[in-house]
Each structure stands twice: as structure tokens, then as C-alpha cells.
């Protein structure tokens, strides 16, 4: 079974989209995380190549290998701009 973590390290990819510039993402950026049903928004705390960890509000249940889905602030909204795996 998973664990409830505050910090989940995530292997990300980036989603091209258009009309729509997804910039690369930055240390300190808030970002929100999806994992099933459950949502919390958090602040990248450390990214390398393609992972990184993010320092959760709201802790979350997750399971290594579950799917998220991450979005950032763009415009006053929050868009999709990755998708990844819990590591």
C-alpha cells in the first residue's frame, strides 16, 4: 500500500499544447497536483532533469508508480502543463 507523503518526488514530462506556451518550470513555483481524486497545491522544493519534489500544503495519499497530473498559474488560470509518475 501507499503512504501518506507531504513531499512526493515526481517524474515529469512536459505537455506541448497550442496556443499555449509551456514554459520550462522553476524552483519556488506554485503548483498544483492531481493524483485520482485527490487535489493539493504545493511549491517545487527541488527539480533535476526531468523530477522533481514538491513541498506540499495538504499532504496526499499515493502509492509509488500512481499517475499525477501537475498545472501551474498561466493568465489567472490554472492550465495543464505536465503529467507524470510518483517515484
Avoid: F
Wanted: proline content about 3%.
Amino acid at each position: 500500500l501507499g503512504k501518506v507523503v507531504y513531499e512526493p518526488q515526481i517524474d515529469y514530462s512536459l505537455i506541448k499544447r497550442e496556443g499555449y506556451e509551456n514554459p520550462l518550470l522553476k524552483m519556488g513555483e506554485p503548483i498544483v497536483i492531481s493524483i485520482g481524486t485527490a487535489t493539493s497545491i504545493g511549491i517545487i522544493a527541488k527539480l533535476k532533469g526531468n523530477k522533481l519534489i514538491l513541498k506540499l500544503k495538504r499532504a496526499i495519499y499515493a502509492e509509488k508508480g500512481a499517475k499525477v497530473a501537475l498545472s501551474r498559474k498561466a493568465k489567472q488560470r490554472w492550465r495543464l502543463c505536465a503529467h507524470g509518475t510518483i517515484s
